[in-house]
Nanobody, 117 residues
């Protein structure tokens, strides 16, 4: 069973930085695409950034140049470095694993990031 555990969220001032981590408990991590999504109150969950098994990345326009997604296959962990944070970045951040083995998506429980102005 795939388990994803996010950590690193918290309260930060506007302009500050936070690094989120998502640790996976599966041997398929290295061959899986990973993503970070976020959901603010009253809003739908939206894509923030993705990274393929080969390391190719994509970002939402709203975070380009400020956020960086990366992965460490040896540690089975994906990271989201968030710089120059804005109050509108406040949300619960979730990581997702896209399994090519069973064609399912797996989600973590989420971690809250709150950016104060």
């Amino acid at each position: 069973q795939v388990q994803l555990v996010e950590s690193g969220g918290g309260l930060v001032q506007a302009g500050g930085s936070v690094r989120l981590s998502c640790a996976a408990s599966t041997i398929i991590f290295s061959v899986s695409a990973m993503g970070w999504y976020r959901q603010a109150p009253g809003n739908q969950r939206e894509l923030v950034a993705t990274i393929t098994s080969g390391g190719s990345t994509k970002y939402a326009d709203s975070v380009k140049g400020r956020f960086t997604i990366s992965r460490d296959n040896a540690k089975k962990t994906v990271y989201l470095q968030m710089n120059s944070l804005k109050p509108e970045d406040t949300a619960v951040y979730y990581c997702k694993l896209e399994s090519r083995t069973d064609l399912r998506n797996y989600w973590g429980q989420g971690t809250q990031v709150t950016v104060s102005s």
